[in-house]
C-alpha cells in the first residue's frame, strides 16, 4: 500500500540552527501539506502546496518557515533559525485532489526537539 | 471562528462495551469533516469524510454521522485494538486546511 514517508523520524538541534525536514508524498498525488503537533496539544495545520506553490499557510508559518519541491518526489520544510517552541512533531500529508474531496494521507511523522 | 470541539477527552470502556464520542463543530461553511485514528508516536490515519447532515458511514465497528453542528463516532462492541486517539477535523469552505480538535483517548480493556 503506497505511503508517505518522512526523514529523519527524530532530530535534536540547538536552539538557532536551521533544519530540513524530509517527505516523500504517494507519487499521483498533487496536494501536498505540512501539519505540526505538540506535545498534548491538537495538530495544526501549517500549509499547503499545490501546482509548485504555497497555497494556504497558517500565522504559524512565518518567514522562518519555507517549503520546496526540488524535485519530482520530495516535500521538505526548512526551519530557518529554530526556537524551543518549534519542538514539536512535524507531520507531511498529500491527496489526490485536495481536503475537500477526501482524505489526506499522513506520514509517521518528524520529532523535532530544540534545545 | 472556525472551532472543533471533542469530547469526552478520555474514555475507558471494557471490551464489547459500546459507546459513543461526540464532535461539536462551529464553521463558516462546512466543506467537510473529517474522522481520524491516531496512535501513538503516528501519524492521523483516516477513517471516515462527512459531507451533509444526515450522512452516515461505517467501517466494521465504527459508525460516524453529522449533524448541523455536531458528529458522532459510534463504537459499537469495541476491542482492544480499537484503543487509540480519535481525530476530528474540519475543512471549511474556501480553505485548503483541516481543523483539528484535541481529540478523545480511547482505552479498550479486554
Known amino acids: 500500500e503506497p505511503e508517505v514517508t518522512q526523514t529523519p523520524s527524530h532530530q535534536v538541534t540547538q536552539m538557532g540552527q536551521e533544519v530540513i525536514l524530509r517527505c516523500v508524498p504517494i507519487?499521483?498525488?498533487?496536494?501536498f501539506y505540512w501539519y505540526r503537533q505538540i506535545l498534548g496539544q491538537k495538530v495544526e495545520f501549517l500549509v499547503s502546496f499545490y501546482n509548485n506553490e504555497i497555497s494556504e499557510k497558517s500565522e504559524i508559518f512565518d518567514d522562518q518557515f519555507s517549503v520546496e519541491r526540488p524535485d519530482g518526489s520530495n516535500f521538505t520544510l526548512k526551519i530557518r533559525s529554530t526556537k524551543l517552541e518549534d519542538s514539536a512533531m512535524y507531520f507531511c500529508?498529500?491527496?489526490?485532489?485536495?481536503?475537500?474531496?477526501?482524505?489526506?494521507?499522513f506520514g509517521e511523522g518528524s520529532r523535532l526537539t530544540v534545545l | 471562528e472556525d472551532q472543533v470541539t471533542q469530547s469526552p477527552e478520555a474514555l475507558r470502556l471494557q471490551e464489547g462495551e459500546s459507546s459513543s464520542l461526540n464532535c461539536s463543530y462551529t464553521v463558516s461553511g462546512l466543506r467537510g469533516l473529517f474522522w481520524y485514528r491516531q496512535d501513538p508516536g503516528k501519524g492521523p490515519e483516516f477513517l471516515f469524510t462527512l459531507y451533509s447532515a444526515g450522512e452516515e458511514k461505517e467501517k466494521e465497528r465504527l459508525k460516524a454521522t453529522l449533524t448541523k453542528k455536531e458528529s458522532f463516532l459510534h463504537i459499537t462492541a469495541p476491542k482492544p485494538e480499537d484503543s487509540a486517539t480519535y481525530l476530528c477535523?474540519?475543512?471549511?469552505?474556501?480553505?485548503?486546511?483541516?481543523?483539528f480538535g484535541t481529540g478523545t483517548r480511547l482505552q479498550v480493556f479486554p
Open positions: 507519487s499521483n498525488h498533487l496536494y
Open positions: 477535523a474540519v475543512s471549511p469552505y474556501g480553505t485548503d486546511k483541516l481543523i
Open positions: 500529508a498529500s491527496s489526490v485532489e485536495g481536503v475537500g474531496a477526501g482524505e489526506l494521507f
